[in-house]
Nanobody
Framework: QVQLVESGGGLVQPGGSLRLSCAAS????????MGWYRQAPGKQRDLVAQ???????NYADSVKGRFTISRDNAKNTVYLEMNSLKPEDTAVYYC?????WGQGTQVTVSS
């Protein structure tokens, strides 16, 4: 059974940083693209960042230059480093592997 467990969310002030982790179990992530998505209240779930199995990166325009996605295949984990956070980054953040989703982790950016 494939499971994805996100962690690292929380409350942070504008301009602050957080690092999200997504640990996979039940299969190896090494051959697959991994993605981070987010969903704010009343809005659709949107792609934030994606990393291919070969390391090709893709970011939403709204996070370019502020967020960095990375992966550690040995740890079966993908990360999202988030810097210069803004109130509009507030959302539940989910990771995705093929058709599998994690349960999400809340990120709140507020003073």
């Amino acid at each position: 059974q494939v499971q994805l467990v996100e962690s690292g969310g929380g409350l942070v002030q504008p301009g602050g940083s957080l690092r999200l982790s997504c640990a996979a179990s039940g299969m190896s992530i090494s051959s697959y693209a991994m993605g981070w998505y987010r969903q704010a209240p009343g809005k659709q779930r949107d792609l934030v960042a994606q990393i291919s199995s070969g390391g090709t990166l893709n970011y939403a325009d709204s996070v370019k230059g502020r967020f960095t996605i990375s992966r550690d295949n040995a740890k079966n984990t993908v990360y999202l480093e988030m810097n210069s956070l803004k109130p509009e980054d507030t959302a539940v953040y989910y990771c995705k592997l093929i058709t599998y989703w994690g349960q999400g982790t809340q990120v709140t950016v507020s003073s």
